[in-house]
């Protein structure tokens, strides 16, 4: 399966900042995925980083708070704007091909805001 | 929208024996179905998958089953042991071919030696 990395693995960061987080493949993937994990809690599908156009939100998730690029097949940014203390959490990208329903995940990046 | 309701939320087992953690799911169109062992500050990785042509799967200790009229699928592992203690997930995809994947709350498995 395709190597998944995300940087930063961690930060803490001011309320009111901005932090881009970065996901990248080793390989051409079709389906990105960005999820939110909060502490002890289970994964929430924060949208569709689609490749050459606009990302697709799910509710509660709007592009203003949580603007995504995807310039390629192998990389993608999620960045969380105008952070709060409830953005404080863990943000995974997750990864698919075509033709195969299978989904890996990135190793995650911890956001501490303060 | 769709809803994944998994259970139990916490499952303490002795080395050796079963486990059996249980999900539903509210569409009935959703035809994949896969389970996601997450470790203590590691990525969810996936262990096993399902799709809606087939009833059951196994893989050494662990198999999956699926019962589309009840809409309800289950993760088994047999012989437990330690290294099998970890939080997990289950998970069905929305019926449009996007690849959206809806998780359950989550099992918490703790295997006592």
């Known amino acids: 399966s395709a190597v998944i990395s995300q940087k930063p693995s961690r930060d803490i960061c001011q309320r009111g900042t901005s932090l881009t987080i970065q996901c990248q493949v080793d390989s051409q993937v079709t389906m990105m995925f960005w999820y939110r994990q909060q502490p002890g809690q289970s994964l929430t599908l924060i949208a569709t980083a689609n490749q050459g156009s606009e990302a697709t939100y799910e509710s509660g998730f709007v592009i203003d708070k949580f603007p995504i690029s995807r310039p390629n097949l192998t990389f993608s940014t999620l960045t969380v704007s105008n952070m709060s203390p409830e953005d404080s959490s863990i943000y995974l990208c997750s990864v698919g091909t075509s033709g195969s329903l299978e989904q890996y995940f990135g190793p995650g990046t911890r956001l501490t805001v303060t | 929208g769709e809803n994944v309701e998994q259970h139990p939320s916490t499952l303490s087992v002795q080395e050796g024996d079963s486990a059996v953690i249980k999900c539903t799911y509210s569409d009935s169109a959703s035809n994949y179905f896969p389970w996601y062992k997450q470790e203590l500050g590691k990525r969810p990785q996936l262990i096993i998958d399902?799709?809606?042509?087939?009833g059951e799967k196994k893989d050494q200790r662990i198999a999956v089953t699926l019962n589309k009229t009840a809409k309800h699928f289950s993760l088994h592992i047999t012989e437990t042991q330690p290294e099998d203690s970890a939080v997990y997930f289950c998970a069905a995809s929305l019926s449009s071919n996007t690849g959206k994947l809806i998780f359950g709350q989550g099992t918490t498995l703790q295997v006592k030696p």
């Open positions: 399902i799709r809606s042509n087939v």
